[in-house]
């Protein structure tokens, strides 16, 4: 049996780069880069509520396990939501923050969150970080987004697992967009041509960039157009511009950036995250109003993107029942959760047991309202 020594470090730049990687699996939003980032510009750390508390696991002098980890004195930037839990506990007199929170600030993408070499290594890591919770006296830890086999190690590690929805779209070999668009039932079919077409009616062009072909302008449009979207919506971003053009620098390929024009200038603008597997919509703005043209930007051109260059999916970021028909399916998420006090941890556990059947329940009924015709009703498992 190996022998691992754990150690928490509270800047994720106190860890060589090559070595967190290598755990990673390619995934781009667990990557050094992009962590590392977020704290080098301020976006977490000191006076955000998030503080960087990385758990890793060592042999020796290496690493073979690592999890972005948080101590987290809010619920803001989650997509997780738990404030009913906040709540309740301060009701009562306890003190829900800080907590502990395992998970990828500001982005709701699915994948590993107990990175390692192998699955005794990772395993390894959960127990640790188990161990860390309990000795610290904070309320709880929460784990969001983890792999289904994460949460499965999860739910044998005594943590209560809760089920989310989100929706992803699943390259099946098109050869082009048309392909695609033939796969669908008549009327889904029949409203992405008329959404198209209202958004071609706006006479733009459409520029992919990524890192290295993004320039400080191109950038600082970009931020321009997410900074409104917030506004819109009377709220404040979590990133800041620097973020996206160190994020750039760092990690050129892993980002990309769609630029609509009019006559050579910039009107719109989406921001997505790239690995070997997958397009991530993230972010998108424009400086005036457009009908339709959300849809192009941040569903069909990316669709047709991962099309072109052969990538298997498409995840279109947290909630929204209207992608479905766009031709994305309901995928679960999961998150899972250790609670410190017993009394709260068998309340959590009856409500989710009530909210996972409302669960399944939707994901029936989001099934019958497939978008295709027959040969694709359900994402791939």
């Not at 459409?206 to 900074?227: K, Q, S």
């Not at 703005?285 to 052969?310: K, N, Q, S, V, W």
């Amino acid at each position: 049996m190996p022998t691992y020594r754990f150690r928490r470090f509270d800047d994720v730049n106190g860890i060589v780069p090559a070595a967190w990687d290598a755990l990673t699996d390619g995934q781009a939003c667990v990557s050094h880069a992009f962590l590392a980032t977020l704290e080098t510009t301020g976006c977490v750390g000191l006076g955000t509520g998030w503080l960087p508390r990385h758990a890793t696991l060592w042999e020796g002098a290496q690493l073979v396990a690592a999890m972005p980890l948080y101590e987290k004195h809010h619920s803001y930037g989650e997509y997780v939501f738990d404030w009913a839990w906040a709540e309740a506990y301060s009701r009562h007199g306890l003190a829900y923050y800080p907590k502990w929170l395992a998970a990828v600030p500001f982005t709701p993408v699915p994948g590993m969150r107990l990175l390692g070499r192998d699955t005794t290594s990772r395993q390894a890591l959960l127990q640790a970080t188990l161990a860390l919770a309990e000795e610290s006296g904070l309320s709880s830890l929460h784990v969001l987004f983890p792999t289904e086999p994460e949460a499965g190690w999860m739910r044998e590690a005594g943590l209560l697992i809760r089920q989310g929805v989100q929706f992803h779209w699943f390259n099946a070999r098109y050869q082009d967009f048309n392909d695609f668009l033939g796969s669908l039932n008549h009327e889904k079919r029949k409203k992405i041509r008329q959404d198209r077409r209202h958004a071609a009616a706006h006479a733009l062009t459409f520029r992919w960039l990524d890192g290295t072909t993004a320039n400080a302008a191109d950038w600082a449009f970009f931020h321009r157009c997410y900074a409104a979207t917030y506004a819109l919506h009377r709220s404040t971003p979590y990133l800041r511009a620097p973020f996206f053009t160190q994020l750039a620098s760092r990690a050129p390929h892993s980002v990309r950036l769609l630029l609509a024009e009019r006559e050579g200038k910039p009107v719109a603008s989406a921001f997505f995250l790239c690995d070997g597997e997958a397009l991530y919509g993230r972010y998108w703005g424009a400086t005036e109003h457009l009908p339709f043209l959300h849809f192009e930007l941040c569903y069909y051109r990316a669709i047709d993107y991962c099309i072109g260059h052969r990538l298997s999916r498409f995840e279109g970021g947290a909630q929204g029942e209207h992608k479905l028909a766009r031709g994305l399916l309901p995928v679960v998420t999961r998150s899972a959760h250790w609670i410190r006090e017993p009394r709260w941890r068998d309340a959590v556990d009856r409500f989710l047991a009530q909210e996972t059947a409302g669960i399944d329940f939707y994901l029936d009924e989001l099934t019958e309202r497939s978008p295709f015709r027959t040969s694709q009703r359900t994402a791939p498992e």
